[in-house]
């Protein structure tokens, strides 16, 4: 992280990189000079013994490390060519010359790895998981015959007697789903339905202890907390101590696990269990997801590093569900596909039937379990479909009524291991009213007492929590000296499909507008959270507390990670909500973009003060100005035009990430008469591009070549673009569903394209202008990471179009046959498999930032800014598309099409890497696959981009301000990533505190690239980093470990020695700075 007010410009040095990375090889093999050697050069027998024994170390540790060996190897041999590049670049620099050593000193021409780091990616697995998702998308046939009365599933059958010597245990578990925002917006379904189930909820429960209740959504519940008196917020502590009450997940929301990203899905829950912390003093015990479309393994580790032990799915493929319920297989540990250990094991429960309704949770049979949902009453607003309506239990009825739902009961328990069976109760928005309350709590009690009475039916019914129900299934599973009943399962749930082809793949891409907002606004709040820290503590240190607006700028803070955490929320950012309640999440959206400029803007001020005393803040006239501005929330930003004048404008960088970087910025003047000079004075390369309104030239051509840089070998990558329209069925793509007519068709422009060129010193780009798209490609010609890949950026306009997605596609010559990757949520890659048994919608997958295709020689990666959906469709192509207009609903309860589509920006950056060392057909049969350092580190200044701020003209007076701050010693391990330092609330609402919250993940990697003059300052440390050696000038108090969230403290004691993460690990201190 680093405020500068000069250009970061490229160079680079190399002898010192190529002398360190062979130390580390050297230092790990140590000899042993032998002493008394005798005449002759002949050693004594144990001397030879003790050689052998060393040089059966060395061949050990050599094959343990070949690929690190070729890696330096190769590097060794290109270093010729690397030192006449270098040369080539600083002559082509020379009016920045030592301008590196300035900023950051020398970036490594290989980077230094060390060899255990390269181990991780290589492993198989140490503890093997049962069930491997893409083994069983394998071995499925993915048909859809007529499973009788459960039409996805088979006949269940039971013997009578089978609970004679252990009764069954039921678990009703009443619960109510409420969407944050879906055919209404937040603030309505609060006001018409939300706040009348909270209240009723503490008045129901109490009249009877047997009851319970579960709720999830946090942003809701603090909304009705915030207004209810004290009275109200004793009795809904009792009944939390009682166990009638239960918040399960605790997030802000119920998120989305498709389209999320893993910054902004950590953030929510951290949201909701601080508050939950500060407001009840609970900790939830068990995850509850029913409603996301398609499920990610990210999720489970996330709840599991909360300290969430159990978590429950529901959406996931039919034919899928059908597999497992038949192996009885519903219930298992889910297990990352990269632990070794088992330590990422959690508990899940997957519910078996289509829906998370009445109807589809007692049993198979839904005209038989629909009867037993109360609120369908004779009399109600909703029936049964099946047209056999409830009827009230009454002594009369008891016994029939019993013996029907407990024969239910029964044949979903044949679908599980043991003899404890889950029963949710409930629906949308359900309990709004009274006299719901009374009709399901009074008729199941008569239900459970009759049942409960009698002995000869073996069965104990009752109201449960769902913690209630995973503490018998742990009891049931943990008797006696057997081992664990439940299985290991490794990899993820996508693509979900309810029913038919109906695969819910449309959503990965639909309004793409607000998917690519979602992603700035994340990285806005990292950049201000991280600065906002710094600056609190400074501010304290200074004695500036009254003059900077530390309780304003954290209440600004606290919004924003409440409207981000709300659009995580699976009918938010997926893009699946009436056009009003979508405008309602980007004017949230928009707001807090704005408000974290404000925020970034007055923390950097002071940070950047030479001397603080300085400091004054004035809110009519902010100290520093962005460099965009945005209209409204359905517009893309538009840059800012600094003034130049005779007078030197001050421009501020601020490089949010943790590593120092070479980039290229660019900001928009008003005159091409300009020089470019750093604070000490010297000259930065600069280039002056026009900005245009209008083009003339003419072409057809689009870029269609690629090289290698190690060894200059040529690629074939076309970029081309295509049409998917929707199916003449009734039914059509909308919102969820992807239902496309066949394969794509090209775009064929009604006239030619405009072509558009520049070329610098710095930078060359072309600009393809089409009628519905706008196709930018820019190549910079610079050393480090801008200078290595390739950049694309789409302006989309399909305003026009009727039932058309319009898709961006690569097509190389790269030989990956049927497989490709893509990140789940930026945490892990997972392999695909494109299936010709499977429809072609169903081979698309979402891309959250990154996806590859590969051979034994290259690996071609496209990284993404905002997240859509995925294919790779034939060997050598890779896709996404780009944005989807929709004139229809799809029949999923939205009743809307996609109508309402905006100029959308989509930006993405193209890596091509040289493999070595690479057996594909090894590599085919792992489940694990890991980007290089280098995509890494793409990936993440694409999606965290220098921020470039100006010193305000009508300022009076600019002080002394520091040439460069930079709060880390230095750049952290190139494998170590600070996810946050984010300021925790103080015990007055809406104030900081003087702790924060200091999150770091480390990445895993894959060793076999020749990453030459990367341009990277950094290098790996086997996952330590000394505590102090990480803050440069900032004295660490106190830093404590804990759970992701800060629910539990993982150690008593302080840590002031290092920190250490185990590959793929995210870890959470509490740490107070000074």
């Not at 130049?644 to 501020?652: A, D, G, H, N, Q």
């Not at 199916?727 to 775009?747: C, H, I, Q, V």
Request: hydrophobic share 35%; with cysteine.
């Amino acid at each position: 992280m680093k405020l500068s007010r000069q250009f970061t410009i490229f160079g680079s040095a190399i002898f010192c990189v190529v002398i360190f990375s062979l130390y580390l090889m050297l230092d790990h093999v140590q000899f042993d000079h032998p002493k008394n050697v005798k005449k002759g050069g002949i050693f004594p027998n144990a001397q030879l013994s003790i050689l052998h024994e060393k040089i059966d170390h060395l061949e050990r540790l050599l094959a343990e490390n070949n690929e690190i060996i070729s890696n330096i190897r190769d590097s060794v041999i290109n270093l010729s060519e690397s030192v006449n590049d270098n040369r080539g670049d600083l002559e082509n620099s020379n009016s920045s010359k030592g301008l590196f050593s300035e900023i950051f000193g020398s970036s490594f021409s290989v980077i230094p790895i060390e060899p255990e780091d390269c181990q991780f990616a290589s492993k198989g697995y140490a503890k093997a998981s049962n069930l491997q998702m893409l083994d069983i998308y394998n071995i499925l046939p993915f048909d859809n015959p007529d499973g009788g009365v459960w039409k996805q599933g088979f006949d269940i059958t039971y013997n009578d007697h089978e609970w004679d010597d252990e009764p069954l245990q039921v678990f009703v578990v009443p619960h109510s789903h409420n969407d944050p925002g879906w055919l209404k917006t937040f603030d309505e379904y609060y006001r018409d339905q939300t706040q009348h189930i909270l209240n009723n909820m503490v008045v129901k429960l109490q009249e009877d202890v047997r009851r319970k209740f579960i709720w999830s959504e946090i942003s809701y519940f603090s909304k009705w907390w915030s207004t209810i008196d004290s009275q109200k917020k004793d009795a809904v502590k009792r009944l939390c101590e009682l166990g009638q009450f239960e918040i399960t997940t605790g997030g802000w929301v119920m998120t989305d696990e498709a389209n999320t990203h893993i910054y902004a899905m950590i953030d929510q829950l951290l949201e909701g269990h601080q508050w939950l912390e500060r407001n009840l003093g609970i900790k939830p015990r068990s995850g509850w997801a029913i409603d996301p479309f398609g499920h990610t393994p990210t999720m489970a580790y996330l709840l599991k590093q909360t300290g969430i032990s159990n978590m429950l799915i529901q959406r996931v493929h039919y034919s899928v569900k059908k597999y497992l319920a038949n192996q009885r297989n519903l219930e298992f540990f889910w297990r990352q596909n990269w632990d070794h250990t088992g330590n990422t094991d959690i508990l899940c429960h997957m519910m078996p039937f289509y829906s998370y309704d009445v109807p589809h949770t007692c049993g198979p049979d839904p005209k038989i379990c629909c009867q037993f949902d109360f609120k369908r009453l004779p009399g109600g607003r909703i029936s049964c479909p099946w047209r056999i309506p409830p009827v009230e239990i009454h002594v009369g009825n008891v016994q029939e009524r019993a013996k029907l739902i407990l024969d239910q009961y029964r044949k979903k328990s044949k679908l599980f291991r043991t003899k404890v069976v889950l029963i949710p109760l409930g629906d949308d928005f359900r309990y709004d009213q009274w006299s719901e309350w009374d009709q399901q709590f009074q008729n199941y009690q008569q239900l459970f007492d009759y049942m409960n009475s009698h002995p000869e039916l073996h069965i104990k019914a009752q109201f449960g929590t769902l913690s209630d129900y995973f503490d018998a299934l742990h009891k049931a599973g943990d008797s006696g000296n057997s081992p664990t009943p439940f299985p290991v399962l490794s990899g993820d749930f996508f693509t979900y499909a309810d029913r038919d082809d109906h695969y819910w793949s449309g959503y990965f891409t639909s309004r793409p507008f607000y998917k690519r907002m979602d992603r700035v606004l994340e990285s806005h709040l990292r950049a201000a959270e991280i600065l906002y820290s710094l600056a609190l503590v400074g501010v304290q240190k200074s004695n500036k507390m009254a003059l900077f607006p530390s309780s304003e700028n954290y209440k600004l803070l606290i919004e924003s990670r409440r409207n981000l955490g709300l659009f995580q929320h699976h009918d938010a950012i997926t893009g699946t909500a009436k056009e009003w309640v979508v405008m309602d999440y980007g004017t949230r959206l928009f707001h807090s973009i704005m408000n974290l400029k404000k925020v970034i803007g007055d923390s950097a001020h002071f940070l950047i003060l030479k001397d603080k005393e300085n400091y004054k803040h004035i809110p009519s006239t902010p100290f520093l100005q962005m460099d965009d501005s945005q209209a409204s929330q359905d517009s893309l930003p538009q840059r800012t035009t600094i003034e130049l004048s005779s007078i030197p404008r001050f421009l501020v960088l601020y490089n949010p990430t943790d590593q120092d970087r070479i980039s290229v910025v660019t900001v928009q003047i008003n005159s091409y008469k300009v020089r470019v000079l750093t604070a000490s004075g010297q000259s930065v390369e600069a280039q002056i591009s026009a900005v245009w309104d209008t083009s003339t030239t003419v072409s057809k051509k689009v870029f269609q070549k690629m090289n290698t840089k190690e060894d200059k070998r040529e690629h074939q990558i076309n970029i081309q673009f295509w049409w998917y329209g929707t199916t003449s069925n009734r039914d059509k793509s909308g919102a969820y569903l992807f239902l496309p007519n066949g394969e794509a068709k090209p775009y064929v422009p009604s006239e030619p394209p405009i072509l558009r060129i520049t070329r610098g010193p710095i930078f060359s780009e072309m600009v393809c202008i089409y009628q519905h798209f706008t196709h930018s490609i820019r190549l910079n010609n610079v050393s480090g990471i801008d200078g290595l890949s390739l950049e694309i950026s789409n302006i989309v306009d399909i305003r026009g179009e009727i039932n058309q997605e319009i898709a961006m596609r690569l097509v190389t010559d790269v030989k990956s046959n049927n497989q490709f990757y893509t990140d789940l949520n930026d945490f892990q890659m997972q392999p695909r498999q494109t299936l010709s048994k499977l429809p072609l919608q169903a081979n698309f997958y979402p891309l959250t930032t990154t996806a590859y295709i590969q051979d034994n020689d290259v690996r071609l990666t496209l990284h993404s800014a905002q997240s859509l959906g995925v294919a790779s469709l034939k060997s050598g192509q890779l896709e996404v598309i780009m944005d989807r207009r929709l004139m229809q609903d799809d029949n999923r309860g939205l009743g809307q099409g996609l109508k309402d589509n905006k100029i959308t920006a989509n930006l993405f950056r193209v890596l091509l890497e040289r493999r070595i060392g690479v057996d594909m057909q090894d590599e085919s049969n792992k489940a694990v696959n890991y980007p290089s350092l280098l995509s890494h580190k793409i990936s993440s200044y694409l999606n965290h981009p220098v921020i470039p701020m100006v010193v305000k003209l009508n300022v009076d007076g600019i002080p002394p301000l520091l040439n460069l701050y930079s709060p880390l010693m230095s750049s952290m391990p190139c494998d170590m990533r600070i996810l946050n330092l984010r300021t925790i609330e103080g015990k007055d609402e809406g104030s900081p505190s003087n702790e924060a919250a200091l999150i770091i993940h480390r990445m895993g990697f894959d060793c076999r690239f020749l990453n030459k003059n990367t341009g990277l300052f950094c290098s790996t440390s086997r996952g330590k980093i000394p505590v102090r050696n990480l803050f440069r000038e900032l004295k660490i108090k106190h830093l404590t470990p804990s759970t992701l969230t800060l629910m539990h403290t993982t150690q008593d004691h302080n840590n002031t020695r290092d920190i250490e993460l185990n590959p793929m690990e995210i870890s959470t201190f509490r740490i107070q700075l000074s």
